[in-house]
T-cell receptor
Framework: EAQVTQNPRYLITVTGKKLTVTCSQN?????MSWYRQDPGLGLRQIYY???????DKGDVPEGYKVSRKEKRNFPLILESPSPNQTSLYFC???????????????FGAGTRLSVL | QKEVEQNSGPLSVPEGAIASLNCTYS??????FFWYRQYSGKSPELIMF????GDKEDGRFTAQLNKASQYVSLLIRDSQPSDSATYLC??????????????FGTGTRLTIIP
């Protein structure tokens, strides 16, 4: 089954304790992205990756890191989490983000993070 | 001005009626547009995408695109209670680095009243 898998689904942590949210896709997609979703602010892109070893900042990258060492995996790293990073996080992937191609983004189930 | 704007709602529509959701975007060069549905606490799922001016129909859903006016809309015919959700408009915008990136509106919350 084609899917984007995020782990963990729920996470409660404390300020300053490093954490990693994993994302894996089994569709051989080139493009992967991380979003956070907050009430009233919608989905905002944190980082994206066009392919292996190619990553770029989205709209709200501060406080986050990513890496893309393998095509299927795109982990999100919070080196020193703070309470303002409490949010619902989604990973997404697509074959490629090409305006002329009928590619769509597939979303993971989400990770609800609380930073105390 | 926000890059992608939607009325946050809530929009209440009687069951069986037509629900009309609207979205405007700022980048005149945008060429691909998407509508996602999101149930509370769940991930967004794609309903429709449209690239050309005009209408595109898929079952009870019709996407409409008007590039000259920079708006895209979604019509839901014969609305059902299961259509109650938040609908996200997404637009491919050109980033500062020349890459296309998908930018989402804040969503419109739709409630279908039985």
């Amino acid at each position: 089954e084609a899917q984007v898998t995020q782990n963990p689904r729920y996470l409660i942590t404390v300020t300053g304790k490093k954490l990693t949210v994993t994302c894996s896709q089994n569709m051989n997609h080139e493009y992967m992205s991380w979003y956070r979703q907050d009430p009233g602010l919608g989905l905002r892109q944190i980082y994206y990756s066009m392919n292996v070893e190619v990553t770029d900042k989205g709209d709200v990258p501060e406080g986050y890191k990513v890496s893309r060492k393998e095509k299927r995996n795109f982990p999100l790293i919070l080196e020193s989490p703070s309470p303002n990073q409490t949010s619902l996080y989604f990973c997404a992937s697509s074959l490629k983000l090409d305006i002329l191609a009928k590619n769509i983004q597939y979303f993971g189930a989400g990770t609800r993070l609380s930073v105390l | 001005q926000k890059e992608v704007e939607q009325n946050s709602g809530p929009l209440s529509v009687p069951e069986g009626a037509i629900a009309s959701l609207n979205c405007t975007y700022s980048d005149r060069g945008s060429q691909s547009f998407f509508w996602y549905r999101q149930y509370s606490g769940k991930s967004p799922e794609l309903i429709m995408f449209i690239y050309s001016n005009g209408d595109k129909e898929d079952g009870r859903f019709t996407a409409q695109l008007n590039k000259a006016s920079q708006y895209v809309s979604l019509l839901i015919r014969d609305s059902q209670p299961s259509d109650s959700a938040t609908y996200l408009c997404a637009v491919n915008l050109l980033s500062n680095f020349g890459n296309e990136k998908l930018t989402f509106g804040t969503g419109t919350r739709l409630t279908i009243i039985p």
